[in-house]
């Protein structure tokens, strides 16, 4: 198993650090623009092997696809991320040409990679991979809403008081401020829904802090988060790697499901070696549904920005 990761920033040396750690791939190779940056951040992570005890080789390489060749999966990490106070569709000027180029540059080494697209405004960048390189849709994932959910939980068991272990909860729709939608009303503790424990004013507070879960740390940090992404793509990349078929809302294309069309949209998927082996079409309450098409139309706004 060979995963490429484009962008060997902060999210992108993050990712590359969990598969490794993880230690289910035989080899991570990190590609970045910057003249021996890749190269660097993979022989500081190969140092940190024996330590951790992975196997995993991790290599670098500046600008040269040739390096990752015949990948089995590739990320794309690459591109610039928000400042505070900035939106994530703010990005999309620079952060398409970059998407496309890579995309391409990816494809023409490794024609059978399944690609994870990361960089923001992601749904958009998931939805211009699709465009441009004509991968049937299964091999096309947007990553998002399983770091939305990862943020959700983290906000629930602050307001339960409970250990993260015991709750679960999912976000779907356009991983944006105003287009996430945390299905609440689904969200549990140990089986149980959550609304037996929390007040309807303490689950308004939960959803909001996830939707603004990015914008408050980028507030915090000065620029966007990275270990949880990091976390968040490797879980996906495994999921593929080790045939897991485990269910994660991710950025797919969409033809009629949750009624929408010609759309990559954060939605609950199967994952395994195949990709996105299925979409999930789960019963939503009337108002989520309603969130959702508006999510949808924030999304299909940002893609008429596109040149495609
Ligand atoms: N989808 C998500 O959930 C999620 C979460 C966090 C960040 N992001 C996005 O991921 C992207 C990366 O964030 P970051 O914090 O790692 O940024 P970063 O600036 O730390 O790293 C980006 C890297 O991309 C490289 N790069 C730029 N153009 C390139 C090209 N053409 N080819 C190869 N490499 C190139 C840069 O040199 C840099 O090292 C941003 O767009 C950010 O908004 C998405």
């Known amino acids: 198993m060979k995963v490429t990761v484009v962008g060997a920033g902060a999210v992108g040396a993050s990712c590359a650090e969990y598969i490794a750690i993880k230690d289910f791939a035989a080899e991570v190779v990190l590609l970045d623009i910057k003249e021996g940056y890749a190269e660097g951040k993979a022989m500081d992570l190969m140092q940190t092997a024996s330590l951790n005890g992975f196997d995993t080789k991790i290599t670098g390489s500046t600008s040269d696809y040739s390096k990752t060749a015949n990948s089995d999966i590739a990320v794309i990490t690459s591109g610039i991320p928000r400042k505070p106070g900035m939106t994530r569709e703010e990005l999309i000027g620079i952060n398409a040409g970059i998407v496309k180029d890579v995309s391409g540059n990816l494809l023409k080494h490794s024609p059978n990679a399944i690609i994870i697209v990361v960089s923001n405004p992601m749904d958009t960048m998931t939805y211009l991979v699709h465009k441009a390189t004509g991968l049937p849709k299964n091999k096309i994932i947007g990553m998002g809403g399983a770091l939305d959910s990862a943020r959700f939980k983290y906000r629930l068991a602050e307001a339960l008081g409970a250990p993260i272990s015991d709750v679960d909860g999912m976000v779907i729709g356009g991983h944006s401020?105003?287009?996430?939608?945390?299905?609440?009303?689904?969200?549990?503790?140990?089986?149980?829904?959550?609304?037996?424990?929390l007040s309807e004013e303490k689950m308004q507070w939960v959803v909001e802090e996830t939707k603004v879960g990015g914008a408050t740390l980028t507030k915090l940090l000065g620029t966007s988060a990275w270990y949880a992404p990091g976390a968040a793509v490797s879980g996906l990349v495994q999921a593929i790697a080790c045939d897991q078929k485990k269910m994660f809302p991710c950025s797919t294309f969409l033809e009629g499901e949750y009624d929408l069309n010609d759309i990559c949209i954060g939605v609950p998927v199967i994952l395994g070696k195949n990709g996105i082996e299925e979409i999930v079409e789960i019963e939503l309450t009337d108002a989520e549904k309603a969130k959702m098409q508006e999510s949808a139309e924030g999304v299909k706004k940002t893609n008429g920005l596109l040149d495609v």
């Open 177 to 197: 401020d105003t287009g996430m939608v945390p299905l609440i009303a689904h969200a549990t503790r140990n089986s149980i829904k959550v609304s037996e424990f």
